[in-house]
């Protein structure tokens, strides 16, 4: 794989955004910002008249992705909007006066996670997320369009792209790395649900681990799978 090979795929998919944007059309990017972000975004800052990538900000992730997203986007002159939950930590407590992440994960990813991205989907009509069919088998059964329920088209780009194919994009492109990877993470979100240790079988093994739990809820209740294109 080299640049030739991986230009021709920047240039699909910069075809693609760019005819959204000659039709006016409002487009915006979501991000975990980790390395196998990274070639979407790239290719993404490619694309005149893109800019807007948002960024959950749940209150629980590692300080390292903070700091990494502010250095990609500086790094591809992108415009980072950070969302967070309107819901205090003090009110994300169960009967015990622990967080939710440890009693009830799916509330707590919907209250930190889905909720404050629910609020703006609504703003636009093209929805640009990176996720790829290896990583899950949810992901694996999505289509490179999928409506959500509001109205606003979702559009997977790198949805049959590889590990292989994110690890040599990154390498051709000399872009840089998580600084949690250097330390043995392989998926990486909030802090409480990460593991760092190698596990056998699909990387997001190491999130929520030990747990059935395999999203956060921004592939599963944002999309309308009976309505998808």
């Known amino acids: 794989m080299n640049k030739e090979y991986f230009h021709l795929k920047q240039l699909a998919i910069a ?12 487009v915006f990017c979501t991000s975990s910002f980790q390395t196998q972000s990274l070639p979407l975004l790239h290719m993404l800052s490619k694309v005149r ?25 500086t790094l591809f002159g992108l415009n980072l ?11 994300q407590l169960d009967a015990n006066g622990r ?10 990813c919907r209250i930190n996670k889905v909720y404050p991205l629910d609020k703006i989907i609504s703003q636009y009509d093209i929805w640009i997320n990176g996720v790829r069919g290896d990583q899950s088998s949810v992901r694996s059964s999505l289509s490179e369009y999928e409506n959500t329920k509001h109205e606003c088209l979702r559009y ?13 994009y990154n390498k051709v492109f000399d872009l840089p790395a998580h600084p949690l990877e250097l330390e043995g993470y392989v998926s ?4 409480p649900c990460t593991a760092r240790v190698s596990v056998e079988g699909n990387i ?4 929520w681990s030990g ?15 009976e309505v998808s294109a």
């Open 15 to 26: 075809e693609t955004v760019s005819g959204f944007l000659d039709k006016g059309l409002r």
């Open 49 to 73: 008249g893109f800019e807007t990538v948002y960024m959950t900000d749940t209150g629980f992730l590692f300080p390292e992705t903070l700091a990494f997203a502010k250095k990609i986007v």
């Open 81 to 91: 909007v950070i969302l967070s939950s309107e819901i205090t930590k003090s009110q």
């Open 99 to 108: 967080f939710l992440y440890a009693s009830d994960p799916d509330t707590c």
């Open 156 to 168: 997977h780009p790198i949805l049959n792209w590889t590990a292989k194919d994110v690890y040599y």
């Open 188 to 191: 990486i979100g909030c802090e």
């Open 204 to 207: 997001r093994n190491s999130r």
């Open 211 to 225: 747990m059935t739990k395999t999203e956060c809820g921004l592939n599963t209740d944002l999309i309308a799978k």
